[in-house]
């Protein structure tokens, strides 16, 4: 199979599980949000913020290093995993500490505080299970991350059902979500186990200092995004009321759940650029076409919450929460953004030019406090959705400066061209073509776009039939 085919094909396995974990995780969401009302749902997502916003100091940059180096090195993989699960335990029992000082240091309320406690124990429990499907991922292994994903997911959803049947307090639901991150974290250690026989945690000082100075860069990175993704709802929760941060979080959980996609994406294509590091234009062809590939995906979706938001936010959240449409569709050239700039960022960890990263982060992260502290108490959420899509804005722009002279020439801006004038065919056609029967009008939408994309040659019809039947091949050879 073709490199860009095997990628695609790993791809689309590990999204099938990250979709039916994330697609989940955004149903429970808007049960939360419609059961529970949008001033407990407002603190909800507050304490979620919160947590998920200090999870990347228990990940560390840890999951990406063990993905690439283990890529390069299988045969001592395990040593590898055994001294780097070390550094993961400081690693958590520091994000622990640092949430619960925060928490005390702005004092939220009882509820926030015992709604933090059940989302710290989630956010710990996941970083172990991520730990454990990024060593899966570097061996090429994505069935065992998708039946891991598949069983815990499931009993988070089958409790959860259950819960919302009898109306238990929503405490209560967010020590279920716990208990089901727990006892995924249980499920993976015994596949691990499985593979790898027996394993020990090693105390390598060396080993610890030299990943945690490769980490920096990326970890560094890792919190700036996190703070600019996460202080808008800690910042609405100090200007506004708790109404605002339940309307914002509306919107802006349907752009989170996104951002599994280039995550996913990143995840499978790290083992390929890695091996094509001496091979220049290999690695220029990959990349230009992992680009493209993120593009053609992010654009329908970027179009649809644009021109859709207020039928999407009624549909999902119910007529409570239709102010959060506004938010909807300025957060949406987010989607596209974010899409494209992952896979620049993925291509300078691969080089060791994480640094730069950690460069893009702290200036997005710098302008994103800034706008927010300045725009909040005029604009409320809309402030904060606008600073969203700036900030990814200023992301994208930075990345490709630092990646444009070796890999994105002239030939690839005419195709971000392109793809801008499909974005404005859809938007209007969407527009002025407004069928009470969406999910017609979003098929004859999507037939028109493959159309586009045909004729402005950014996708060949023979590649169309080489890719699916290669996918075929992969997944009976998996079988």
């Known amino acids: 199979m073709k490199d860009s085919q095997s990628v695609l094909a790993n791809f689309i396995i590990k999204i099938g599980s990250d979709l039916y974990s994330r697609i989940g995780m955004l149903i429970l969401i808007i049960l939360i949000a419609r059961i529970y009302g949008v001033e407990l749902f407002g603190s909800y997502a507050l304490a979620f913020a919160l947590a ?19 890529a390069k090195d299988v045969k001592n993989s395990k040593q590898y995993l055994e001294k780097l699960i070390f550094v993961k335990i400081i690693a958590c029992f520091s994000t622990v500490f640092i949430v619960f000082a925060i928490a005390c240091i702005l004092s939220y309320s009882e509820l926030i505080f015992q709604l933090l406690v059940a989302s710290t124990i989630w956010m710990v429990s996941n970083s172990f299970i991520d730990l454990i499907n990024s060593y899966f991922t ?55 186990t499985s593979q790898i026989g027996f394993f020990r945690i090693v105390v390598d000082k060396t080993f610890i200092f030299e990943k945690l100075k490769a980490a920096m860069p990326i970890a560094m990175s890792g919190v700036m995004i996190s703070i600019y993704l996460r202080i808008d709802t800690l910042l609405l929760s100090k200007f506004t009321d708790e109404s605002q941060v339940g309307l914002y979080n509306a919107a802006f959980k349907l752009y989170e759940t996104l951002i599994f996609v280039p995550t996913v994406f990143q995840t499978v294509i790290v083992p390929k650029l890695v091996i094509y590091l001496n091979d220049n234009k290999k690695l220029s062809h990959t990349t230009v076409k992992a680009s493209s590939f ?57 080089q060791n030019r994480q640094s730069i990263n950690a460069f893009a982060s702290f200036w997005a992260m710098i302008i994103n406090v800034g706008g927010n502290y300045l725009l909040i108490p005029s604009f409320g959420f809309i402030g904060s959705a606008v600073m969203v899509s700036l900030t990814q804005l200023i992301m994208l722009l930075i990345l490709i400066h630092n990646c444009k002279s070796s890999f994105y020439n002239y030939d690839f801006f005419i ?65």
């Open 52 to 70: 998920n916003m200090l999870y990347i100091v228990s990940e560390l940059g840890l999951h990406v290093l063990l993905i690439r180096d283990a």
């Open 415 to 479: 195709v971000i061209f392109k793809f801008i004038i499909i974005a404005s065919s859809l938007s209007l056609f969407l527009f002025y073509f407004d069928l009470s029967f969406k999910i017609f009008e979003f098929i004859l939408t999507g037939i028109i776009y493959i159309i586009l994309l045909v004729i402005f040659k950014i996708i060949l019809i023979s590649e169309l039939k080489e890719y699916v039947k290669s996918i075929q091949n992969y997944i009976k050879s998996e079988n």
């Open 138 to 192: 570097a061996l090429d292994k994505l069935k065992y991350v998708l039946f891991n994903t598949l069983i815990y997911r499931s009993l988070l959803y089958v409790f959860a059902a259950l819960a919302f049947l009898i109306k238990v307090p929503l405490l209560t639901i967010c020590w279920l979500q716990a208990a089901s991150s727990l006892i995924g974290f249980i499920i993976g250690t015994l596949m691990l």
């Open 294 to 350: 993120m593009m053609m995906i992010s654009l329908p979706i970027c179009v649809v919450m644009m021109v859709e938001s207020e039928w999407i936010i009624e549909l999902l959240y119910g007529v409570n929460y239709l102010n959060a449409s506004t938010a909807m569709a300025v957060i949406s050239p987010a989607v596209f953004c974010l899409f494209l700039y992952s896979v620049p960022a993925i291509l300078l960890i691969t």
